[in-house]
């Protein structure tokens, strides 16, 4: 478990002061006497190069010497209203965000890797009935599961100051066309605010591996998307992170944006909302998704390392993300409900390259199966040309099968096609002026993160005409 070594002795000052702060906020410890141990002794003077200084620590397996209080509080995450624990990993969008809005709150908060600790796993397992969700936070040791920030503002009992300065433009997502708009904007001398519901980067932050991006051969979605963002500050640009858009309203030539925590002021809006995965909308989907059933391999394929799994679709996305699993898991078997792939020949012909893939063509999926413990157990098919069905096993499945755009909030403020993407015309400008579309929530869009930056680009000459 995450235990904590205390190697002191009872007549040193400060170790009797990190014992009462520890025994104070109810943290567990084991202290053991450099006087009466000998390796502990020979411990401490290897940490601490030949030198032996008490009080030091052994905290999640990484060393501290003589912590004071301060460093003790952050290291722990303990605060004046309690103690606070954000279990997730480095990989996870929605822990970026929390922990994010924790340091730009001034929160301690002790971050525990469920990557690098089975028992954090574990215990994350246990608190949602199963499911491996992280965020999870826990709050003096009540659990909440992936809160977002506005209930941490109300569970911190954060002190959250309204907003209001008038932006030439707010940006409504933070991928590649919102970043990049705000990037030209500034460029502009145009002050840019970017909202982003989870976290900075959208669906490329959670790809793998780019290798069709202008100017690099290969490089991570997250560095890309870091690249992006770091760029976009530099310029000015403020972004807001975990702020979900609830209401856009216009008057007098001013756009007042609200979200579920602040009001905005605006002289123009850029939608750039994208997408997210497609469902296949039949039995025990709901129900085991976070517990056997995920829509991002990058997100969450380091859960099943060494395991089986199912991989859904057979676009590009599909054999893309089954490739990269199949990099790290034991077997990866793909469904496809076509005789052929839709993806391009380029990755139809690497699969065939990779020995642990295994592809079952012109099947249904049927509905998810279960074992006994209600954990996911495998997928029940239909081979469309026998109608003979079969219950395909594995440990998971990643679903890889299209993309819904994010615009249901905006159905009443813009003109939206049948399938629900934004309508533009001109410079990305939707049917209310000022109000201008770009990335993959627009109709006509290409998914693709180079696609998506020229899209951001004529954003930012939309709103230069307008403002101008």
Known sequence: MNEIILYGADWCPDCR????????????????????????????????????????????GKSYTNPDNIE??????????????????????????????LRDNSI?????????????????????????????????????ANPDNLELTELLSINVEKEHKIFDTIIIGGGAAGLTTSIYAQRDRFDTLILEKSTIG?????????????????????????K????????????????????I????????????GATYLGKTVVLSTGSTYRKLEIPNEEELIGSGIHFCATCDGAFYRDKDIIVIGGGNSALEEGIFLAGFCKSVKIIQRSKNFSASETYVEKLKTIDNISTYMNKTSLEFVSNENNLFKGLKVKDNETNKKAV????????????????????????????????????????????????????????QVAAATGEGVLASYGIRNYLK
């Not at 100017?215 to 870091?226: A, D, N, R």
């Not at 310029?235 to 609830?246: D, P, R, S």
């Not at 309203?249 to 579920?260: C, E, G, V």
């Not at 440990?395 to 533009?424: H, Y």
Request: charged share 25%; aromatic share 10%.
């Open 17 to 60: 002061r990190a014992k009462a702060y520890l025994k104070e906020n109810n943290v567990d410890y084991t202290f053991i006497d450099v006087d009466l141990d000998k390796e502990a002794t020979s411990k401490v003077e290897k940490i601490n190069n030949g030198k032996r200084i008490i009080p030091t620590l052994i905290i999640k």
């Open 72 to 101: 003790l509080a952050s290291i722990l995450g303990i605060n004046e209203m309690g103690k606070v624990q954000l279990f997730g990993a480095d990989w996870c969008p929605d822990c970026r965000r929390a922990k994010s809005f």
């Open 108 to 144: 301690n908060f002790e971050f525990i890797d469920v990557d690098k600790y089975d028992w954090a796993t574990q215990k994350v397992e246990k608190i949602n009935n199963g499911k491996r969700i992280i965020p999870t936070v826990l709050i003096n040791g009540k659990p909440y």
């Open 202 to 226: 959208g669906n490329a932050f959670l790809t793998e591996k780019i290798e069709n991006y202008p100017g690099f051969q290969s490089i991570s979605g997250p560095k890309l998307m870091e």
């Open 228 to 247: 992006m963002e770091e760029q976009a500050k530099t310029y000015g640009a403020v972004i807001k992170t975990g702020e979900e858009v609830v209401s």
């Open 249 to 260: 309203k216009k008057q007098d030539n001013l756009f007042s944006i609200q979200t579920k």
């Open 392 to 447: 395909i096993e594995a440990d998971g499945a990643f679903i890889f099968i299209g993309l819904i755009p994010n615009t249901q909030s905006f159905k009443d403020v813009v003109s939206l096609d049948e399938r629900g993407f934004i309508q533009t015309s001109g410079l990305a400008q939707t049917s209310v002026e000022g109000i201008f579309a770009a990335g993959d929530c627009r109709e006509g869009a290409i998914a």
